[in-house]
């Protein structure tokens, strides 16, 4: 068992969760003391000893099933019609009824065979689509009303978990945990790569946006109460000095009221960086209460202000939407050219950007060998408070083919590799 | 160590009498939490049962709540004890004999008040310490709990150190507004309460608000996981559910509609964004 949780730590480990040695030891004796043969207590005992972030938790149970997968459970396989099975399973949502048929339908749609080094998540597919869930689901969907529609989803989602698990627990049968833990290792939501990321993972990123987002205000926020002392309050010392005789013994100070700063944000929404725009925008406009004011312009290689479409709105997903159809980006051929853009930045708006402005570029600096405009960055940063440029590219890959970060990074005072949220986090957290 | 309770289905069965219906992860740590003498760190969206988790296992156990309420600016005055200065100031006006004596006599327990966590640590019988939001205080306040819940004790420098004569069962709860530190989390078992499921939902509006007709309460339960699922600044919590259920039973609704579901919705949702959303949903689904 020993052997088991050691290597087990060390997948958890390899995963990117931080299991210190405490946890480790206290994971080891909790184990101790919960029936090894309950599988569910088990995983409960070692996700509150070892897992203390509900991020990571889905990383964490991908490696457990692997490691403590059931042996693959065998089914008596009376011939019935999977696709009654299936309507049934999705329209009663009940889940013994979504195991019995995952299993049912990986014995006999997913065709796995022994030493055939295919992917788990082949047979996945191969599965789902030899059911035909989408179509069936489709079809319930049409008829269905609103509380239906989510009760349908809902159980397609749990069936596909269940033909995961299954399909997980026929490889572990014949790979071993450690293999079939690699093989579907996921990066955890902080630490996906914005340029390439999947459309699970990005969804997975969409829901850590907004508790990243309220996490962050509150560190803004605090952080700006809990300055240095502000200047003598006059007023309150005195009175604080008559109960000790007068003597002005417990100095009394006014709070600071550092001003919060003004945003000005600059994205380019060309297709290669237009994820990590999005995200930025949305982190920096769920954050706009922390600061003065937060305009937003978008450019490929126009360049147009779109604050009136994201300002207020509740569906910020579905307003980066509007922004990508109704902003004017395109000048000439719709590819980026940060020279036109930011040339046609300076003449038009250049004039409201004040000494209270933090101006913060977004784009990976590909220019398509363009001229660069790097003069108006020096303009630019006479006339800001601050001038940050994020680039999502790895750093390995600055300055190299039609990448020029190095020629504006001159002019700016910081330029910053935000590949990830968990960059984005620390950036954000500095310009507060 | 404690041994409080016999086995994880004990802690599950024993929740469930005093109307807490603890999910299996729940119980198992509130199960290992005895076993294992560690806190309990329980963080989740607000009002999913965070707080009454502690109150029912102190219910259940029979043991005393003792509560410290965080908020910023709390410190060690407000946490662990305090002198009573007025006291001491008395007795030294009434002073008689040498000053050593007298400085004694005022340092002694008779002149300490104790704060939550003091009085948890002193126990002589079986306590359960609630801490509260714990992620309203600074994190320079979070070390002063970490004396007490690593080694459960607690330094006062005129006294010595105050050692628990009971390991009291320690809940943290947080909403996450931002992250704790990581020497406490290390200390502690994490808890993650999310929303229940439609059917652990449907059970706690039965159990809670026993009035409502049962076909009502899965009605009840269906439409709030519906409304979670939608993009709301703040989705419905279970409290607010039990509100809405206990508000049917008022108005003396036997079948829930569209209509009936939109006049009622601000009991569950409390910005106008969202009660449009949601009224919105409503109207499409007919």
Known sequence: MLAVLAAFVGELRAAGLPVSLTENIDAMDAVRHVPLDDRSALRAAMAATMVKRPEHRPAFDAVFDSFFSLAPATVDDDGSDLSALLEDALQSGDADAVQRLARLAVARLAGMEEGRGVRGSAYVFKTMRMLDVDGALARLLAGAGWLERDGLTLAAQCLRNEVEAEVRRRLVAERGPEAVARSVRRPLPEDVDFLHASGDDLAALQRTLRPLARRMAARLARRRRHGRHGRLDFRRTLRRSLSAGGVPADPRF??????????????????????????????????????????????????????????????????????????????????????????????????????????????????????????????????????????????????????????????????????????????????? | MAERFPSIQAVREGLAGVDYLADEATAGVVFLADRLDKPVLVEGPAGTGKTELAKSVARWAGSRLIRLQCYEGLDESKALYEWNYRKQLLRIQAGEGPWSELEGDIFSEEFLLSRPLLEAIRADEPVVLLIDEVDRVEVETEALLLEVLSDWQVSVPEMGTVSARRIPLVFLTSNATRDLSEALKRRCLYLHLDYPSVEREREIVLARVPELPAHLAGEVARIVRSLRLLDLRKPPSVSETLDWARTLVVLGVSELDASLTESTLHVLLKHRADIAAAARELKTAG
């Open chain 1, 254 to 432: 006014r709070r600071p009221r550092p001003h919060k700063p003004e945003i000005v944000v600059l994205a380019d929404v060309s297709g290669s960086v237009a994820t990590f725009a999005r995200f930025t925008l949305q982190l920096v406009h769920a954050l706009a209460g922390e600061f003065s004011a937060v305009r937003t312009f978008v450019f490929i290689d126009g360049i147009d202000e779109v604050t009136h479409l994201l300002a207020g709105a509740d569906d910020l997903a579905a307003a980066l939407t509007r922004v990508h159809e109704e902003a004017d980006v395109v000048a000439a051929d719709g590819h980026s050219d940060y020279g036109r853009a930011l040339t046609a930045f300076w003449a038009r708006w250049g004039r409201e950007i004040t000494p209270r402005t933090s101006v913060v570029i977004l784009g990976d600096a590909r220019n398509n060998y363009h001229a660069t405009g790097a003069e108006v960055l020096a303009d630019l940063r006479r006339r800001a408070r601050r001038l940050w440029w994020l680039n999502p590219e790895p750093r390995s890959y600055w300055d190299t083919g039609d990448s020029i970060v190095a020629e504006y990074a001159r002019h700016c005072h910081g330029v910053f590799e935000c590949r990830n949220l968990r960059q984005l986090e620390a950036f954000v957290a500095q310009i507060g």
